[in-house]
Nanobody, 125 residues
Framework: QVQLVESGGGLVQAGGSLRLSCAAS????????MGWFRQAPGNEREFVAT????????YYADSVRGRFTISRDNAKNTVSLQMNSLKPEDTAVYYC??????????????????WGQGTQVTVSS
């Protein structure tokens, strides 16, 4: 199994920035597409961003496009989410996820195979 551990969450004022990181175990990290999802209390889990195995392709939810940037460093087995211009509606637990297959960038959470424990992001107004 792939172990994923998120870090970097915290409290930030609206308009501020945070950078989330996800550390993955294993020597086959580059074989996985990676994604970020988020879930607020009482809400459904929603897609945030995804990145291809080589990092050459990315895709974002409309709600974060232009504000968030996903990246990966396969040499370090990490994937990051740079979050700028944060809004209160960005408040959620953010999860890192790994997808072992597929030919296209995946936005459906059910098609991801491994998940981290989540890290809390709170944006104050």
């Amino acid at each position: 199994q792939v172990q994923l551990v998120e870090s970097g969450g915290g409290l930030v004022q609206a308009g501020g920035s945070l950078r989330l990181s996800c550390a993955a175990s294993g020597r086959t990290f580059s074989r996985y597409s990676m994604g970020w999802f988020r879930q607020a209390p009482g809400n459904e889990r929603e897609f945030v961003a995804t990145i291809s195995r080589t990092g050459g392709s990315t895709y974002y939810a409309d709600s974060v496009r232009g504000r968030f940037t996903i990246s990966r460093d396969n040499a370090k087995n990490t994937v990051s989410l740079q979050m700028n211009s944060l809004k209160p509606e960005d408040t959620a637990v953010y999860y890192c996820a790994a997808q072992s297959g597929g030919l296209r960038l995946e936005v459906r959470s059910l098609n991801y195979d491994y998940w981290g424990q989540g890290t809390q992001v709170t944006v104050s107004s």
